[in-house]
């Protein structure tokens, strides 16, 4: 449908010897993915089936997922080779990633693209890349109508220019899912919520209604209103 129309396909050069990269990917297992994430009402296992999309099509081997929360940035899932995808709630932090790339990839609300970040004299005093040398990252801001959702924070160790334009249309089309599906899955989230509260509300006011009955009415009348919804008129005896 449209959600794969145009952006990944058409930005390709009839001339490009690798045009076919792209193009070949398994289309129909993104579209079985959308259509999983569409009925999915668990939020971490939302978070984990987007994520393992993100690496799966991107070609990182280490990977966070942020939202952002009000003014601050929470990780919603992390992903390294040896522990796969795990969902997770922290506030990212300069151990996590370079939050100096992450804050400007936010004010600029564009992608950024880093080969060796480490012996870029821009960036080598940057703590994180003293103790962190990847060979490649990309910084990708998440937007929903135009305003930052969240971020991708995606390296490769092992190789160089593992990040390009090509892999930036496909984060666009699987991060437009990603803003859709979350926002998605934090109203319901929200709105359970509001019933739980309701319904708790509901239990607190009913619990003392038959406390209050119990002092005016006998048993018996208090039976009969709970099971036919009336109750006959009672004889008191003075």
């Given at each position: 449908g449209d959600i794969l129309g145009g952006s990944i396909l058409e930005e390709q050069n009839a001339g490009e010897s690798n045009a076919g990269v792209v193009a070949g990917m398994d289309l129909n297992l993104l579209l079985q993915a959308n259509r999983a994430v569409k009925s999915e009402k668990d939020i971490d296992s939302l978070v984990e089936q987007l994520m393992k999309a993100i690496i799966q099509y991107s070609g990182a081997d280490t990977g966070y997922l942020l939202v952002k929360k009000r003014s601050d940035l929470v990780v919603k899932a992390k992903y390294t080779a040896a522990t796969g995808v795990y969902t997770m709630a922290a506030y990212a932090d300069n151990d996590m990633m370079p939050m100096s790339i992450v804050k400007y990839v936010i004010r600029l609300k564009e992608p950024l693209i880093l080969n060796q970040p480490a012996q870029i004299p821009e960036y080598s005093n940057t703590r994180?890349?003293?103790?962190?040398?990847?060979?490649?990252?990309?910084?990708?801001?998440?937007?929903?109508?135009?305003?930052?959702?969240?971020?991708?924070?995606?390296?490769?160790?092992v190789n160089e220019a593992v990040f390009d334009e090509k892999k930036i249309n496909i984060l666009n089309l699987i991060s437009a899912q990603v803003a859709v599906s979350l926002d998605n899955a934090f109203l319901y989230e929200h709105l359970e919520s509001r019933v739980l509260e309701r319904t708790e509300v509901l239990e607190a006011e009913k619990g003392k209604t038959e406390e209050m009955l119990e002092n005016i009415l006998p048993k018996a009348a208090i039976e009969e209103l709970k099971r036919t919804g009336k109750t006959t008129a009672q004889k008191f005896d003075h």
């Amino acid at each position: 449908g449209d959600i794969l129309g145009g952006s990944i396909l058409e930005e390709q050069n009839a001339g490009e010897s690798n045009a076919g990269v792209v193009a070949g990917m398994d289309l129909n297992l993104l579209l079985q993915a959308n259509r999983a994430v569409k009925s999915e009402k668990d939020i971490d296992s939302l978070v984990e089936q987007l994520m393992k999309a993100i690496i799966q099509y991107s070609g990182a081997d280490t990977g966070y997922l942020l939202v952002k929360k009000r003014s601050d940035l929470v990780v919603k899932a992390k992903y390294t080779a040896a522990t796969g995808v795990y969902t997770m709630a922290a506030y990212a932090d300069n151990d996590m990633m370079p939050m100096s790339i992450v804050k400007y990839v936010i004010r600029l609300k564009e992608p950024l693209i880093l080969n060796q970040p480490a012996q870029i004299p821009e960036y080598s005093n940057t703590r994180y890349f003293e103790k962190n040398k990847p060979k490649s990252l990309i910084c990708y801001p998440v937007l929903k109508q135009g305003e930052i959702f969240g971020v991708l924070y995606l390296e490769n160790y092992v190789n160089e220019a593992v990040f390009d334009e090509k892999k930036i249309n496909i984060l666009n089309l699987i991060s437009a899912q990603v803003a859709v599906s979350l926002d998605n899955a934090f109203l319901y989230e929200h709105l359970e919520s509001r019933v739980l509260e309701r319904t708790e509300v509901l239990e607190a006011e009913k619990g003392k209604t038959e406390e209050m009955l119990e002092n005016i009415l006998p048993k018996a009348a208090i039976e009969e209103l709970k099971r036919t919804g009336k109750t006959t008129a009672q004889k008191f005896d003075h």
